[in-house]
């Protein structure tokens, strides 16, 4: 049974920040790429941030220098540090995991950013 449980998610005010976390169980948490999506209400979803099995990383370019996203393979877990945050940045944000046709997804966890 594969799971990926976000949390950390709540409301900030703007400038402030967060910590997201996504528990990995059910997979080979070291072989699969991570990322970071997020969804505004009435929008698409969007990449925020991924990070590959060996540590690549790649941001949005809204995102850059203001999010770090990290990996525990030790703890099957990955971390989104968000610093900075706009109220642009209001979203549901969803773990990701795949490894070549493995896709999975978390239900997601809010995050609401007041100016």
């Known amino acids: 049974q594969v799971q990926l449980v976000e949390s950390g998610g709540g409301l900030v005010q703007a400038g402030g920040s967060l910590r997201l976390s996504c528990a990995a169980s059910g997979i080979t948490f070291n072989l699969y790429a991570m990322a970071w999506y997020r969804q505004p209400p009435g929008k698409q979803r969007e990449l925020v941030a991924r990070?590959?099995?060996?540590?690549?990383?790649n941001y949005a370019d809204s995102v850059k220098g203001r999010f770090t996203i990290s990996r525990d393979n030790a703890k099957s877990t990955m971390y989104l540090q968000m610093n900075s945050l706009k109220s642009d940045d209001s979203a549901v944000y969803y773990c990701n995991a795949d490894f070549v046709k493995l896709t999975y997804w978390g239900k997601g966890t809010q995050v609401t950013v007041s100016s």
């Open positions: 990070i590959t099995s060996r540590g690549g990383t």
